[in-house]
């Protein structure tokens, strides 16, 4: 009996996380929604504390570019740079952020190859900010001891298939195998909440269902978000840059091994609707059939997710200290932390000249069509 009111009363702590949430997040967004390209303070920052990956995945740049391949896109220019944000850069980036306690998503390149990466952790749980990690997992079983140690608050790993699935995608043999020892070796020492991101892509799309059953047989998560992939194409480029290339010039991203346009949208439907007689998947977004065909077969925005807030409450801080909005926008810095004050990135002239084209476009230009920001 004591047990089932302690569950209803957590239940409703979750609710009022939640709500306070939805609060937080509406009064981020009124200066957005009066049409004014100021902002109050962001509520979340996503670090990239290095410039490496150890994985080879086929719907990442990054991943491409560890398979041999030439590109050059944003991405591939910030790691060419091979940078680490060192723990005294950290010191200094919370002495600008604490006072008002944004959230902090550890998620780019492979955080875990940084190695004081437990420390980063530390000192940011010490001035009380909230930290997510977002890793493929290699590293896990090395760091699990130190991770468990660190206060992280939750842990993401992202697996886009049942086991020889995900090693094919991930181009390393033995991955999953080698994930799944690094989260028992971490659950030894600390039952952190762990959330499972998949991506769909050409390769797993009519697969999603069986990797999700497989997925929650051997990692017990807490939640598994099943997500679309991002991309940017030649079409998409194209049309792009004739209009807004001058100021936010972009890069064709993501497509260069996998192309989205053969994506079977009915099977896709299929898997799932399947999928959503799971009790802890949840979708980002959650589309109708009509929307996934827009998805996979046009360029177009979606109607529903066709205005993108993101630089009203967040940013991007990459390892060489430059600030985005975040990792799949447009290649345009709004400045740098380590030698520039907050409120000159954050309320600065680049970052103005960015949300009044965006409110001046009604919310999106045509590369915003398929970034993870707008959905
Ligand atoms: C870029 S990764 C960085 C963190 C870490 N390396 C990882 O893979 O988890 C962040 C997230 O983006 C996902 N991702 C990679 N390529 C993507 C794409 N083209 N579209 C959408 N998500 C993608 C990854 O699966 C991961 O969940
Ligand atoms: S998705 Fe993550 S693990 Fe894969 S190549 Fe990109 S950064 Fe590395
Ligand atoms: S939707 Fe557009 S403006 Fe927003 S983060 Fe993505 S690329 Fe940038």
Not at 66 to 72: A, Y
Not at 169 to 188: A, N, Q, T
Not at 200 to 211: A, E, T
């Amino acid at each position: 009996m004591k047990k089932q009111k302690f569950l209803k009363f957590c239940e409703r702590g979750n609710d009022m996380v939640d709500l306070l949430w939805v609060i937080k997040n509406n009064i981020s967004l009124l200066p957005y929604r009066l049409g004014s390209s100021y902002a109050f303070k962001p509520q979340s920052i996503s670090l990239g504390v290095n410039s490496d990956c150890n994985s080879k995945c086929l719907m990442c740049d990054i991943g491409l570019s560890n398979r041999g391949e030439k590109l050059d896109s944003k991405f591939m220019r910030m790691l060419n740079r091979k940078r680490e944000l060192s723990l005294d850069n950290i010191d200094f980036i919370i002495s600008k952020i604490k006072s008002f306690r944004p959230d902090i998503h550890i998620n780019t390149t492979e955080p875990l190859m940084h190695p004081q990466i437990e420390k980063i952790i530390e000192h940011l749980r010490a001035a009380n900010l909230k930290v997510k990690l977002t890793t493929n997992g290699l590293l896990l079983k090395n760091k699990a001891k130190e991770l468990a140690n660190s206060g992280l608050n939750e842990l993401t790993i992202s697996i886009d298939g049942y086991d020889e699935l995900h090693n094919e995608i991930r181009g390393i043999p033995r991955m999953f195998k080698l994930v799944k020892d690094g989260v028992d070796e971490l659950r030894s020492y600390k039952d952190i909440p762990l959330r499972i991101n998949f991506t769909i892509n050409p390769l797993n799309y009519d697969k999603v269902y069986r990797s999700v059953i497989s997925i929650n047989d051997e990692f017990k998560p807490k939640k598994v978000v099943v997500s679309h992939m991002n991309y940017i194409d030649e079409n998409m480029k194209k049309i792009h840059n004739l209009r807004f290339g001058k100021d936010f010039p972009v890069d064709t991203t993501c497509v260069a091994a996998l192309s989205p346009s053969t994506v079977d949208t009915k099977i896709l439907s299929q898997e799932l609707d399947k999928v959503k007689s799971i009790e802890n998947v949840a979708f980002y977004p959650d589309l109708t059939d009509a929307e996934l065909d827009i998805y996979y077969k046009t360029n177009k925005l979606l109607k529903a997710h066709s205005e993108c807030k993101v630089p009203w409450k967040h940013f991007q801080i990459s390892a060489d200290g430059t600030v985005y909005v975040m990792t799949r926008c447009f290649d345009y810095s709004l400045g740098n932390i380590l030698t520039q004050d907050l409120d000159e990135i954050w309320n600065g002239p680049r970052i103005h000249k960015l949300r009044r084209n965006l409110l001046k476009c009604n919310g999106a230009m045509p590369a915003c069509a398929r970034c993870c920001a707008i959905y």
